[in-house]
């Protein structure tokens, strides 16, 4: 099973060599191509999550805006619709209110921040898991320390074997990572090794995208998706895949 997250970078950089128009070919291309089963996207604007929609041909999209209104940034998460049925879905704010939309920590940046989560039917084995996705808030420590313990709370509740995709907004050896380590769910951090993913289009150097498995499952690989043609990238994150199985000797 390949799971991906992908920061798909917020479109705002119109009439650049980055905009989403000239990014477009090569994300489907790419996608397609893959085939990954399960995608956790992250900064998804409504006309972008519309796009993914109508693009990705054999998968299902779920979109849900972090605004008041569900409008602004989803965390959307795609599967293949062969594959999988979808059992439930849910989007959760990352606030003291989780069920009031637009809502957030007093101390974090102005903009919400969600966790989405799919239940997902095997068609082939009747196995079910559990997929959930988030983007931490990007300026403050502690909203991100408290946003990680309601979505680990979350995985807890949840008695199917679970996965997380998102990007963390936190580097190697901080707080957030040894809360997801200190959780007592034995997550392992699947993308470890795979060094950088956000690069700013050259000018940065830091991993902040990840994806953490269960006890239930063994990584067989994981890459980066480093395309690049005529200049233009993916995204100003490079995507992460992973390659799962299930793992008999848990």
């Given amino acids: 099973m390949k799971v991906v997250t992908f920061n798909i970078r917020r479109d705002c950089d119109g009439g650049t060599l980055h905009s989403f128009e000239n990014r477009k070919p090569l994300i489907r291309e790419k996608i397609l191509s893959e085939q990954a ?8 604007l409504p006309h972008v999550g519309n796009w993914l929609e109508e693009a990705l041909d054999g998968y299902c999209v779920l979109n849900c805006g972090r605004g008041a209104g569900f409008d602004d940034e989803s965390e959307s998460i795609a599967f293949l619709k062969e594959k999988y049925r979808l059992l439930k879905y849910d989007t959760f704010w990352l606030s003291p209110t989780e069920d009031i939309p637009g809502s957030r920590y007093e101390d974090q940046s102005e903009f919400p921040r969600v966790c989405s989560m799919a239940v997902l039917q095997q068609k082939g084995t009747g196995m079910c898991l559990a997929v959930f996705n988030t983007h931490l808030d990007h300026e403050s420590e502690s909203a991100r320390r408290k946003g990680i313990l309601k979505i680990l709370n979350a995985m807890a509740k949840c008695p199917f074997p679970a996965i997380l995709t998102g990007d963390l907004n936190t580097f190697s050896g901080s707080k957030v990572e040894r809360l997801i380590a200190l959780s007592g769910l034995e997550l392992t951090d699947a993308t470890a090794e ?14 902040l995208d990840h994806i953490y498995v269960g006890k239930e499952w063994a990584c067989i690989s994981a890459q980066k998706w480093v395309d690049c043609q005529d200049g233009i990238y993916l995204s100003d994150h490079y995507p992460v895949c992973v390659e799962l199985k299930f793992n008999t000797e848990q």
Avoid: L, P, R
């Fill in 194 to 207: 795979v060094g950088v993913t956000f690069h700013n289009y050259g000018d940065a150097s830091e991993q």
């Fill in 37 to 44: 089963d399960i995608i956790g996207f992250q900064e998804v």
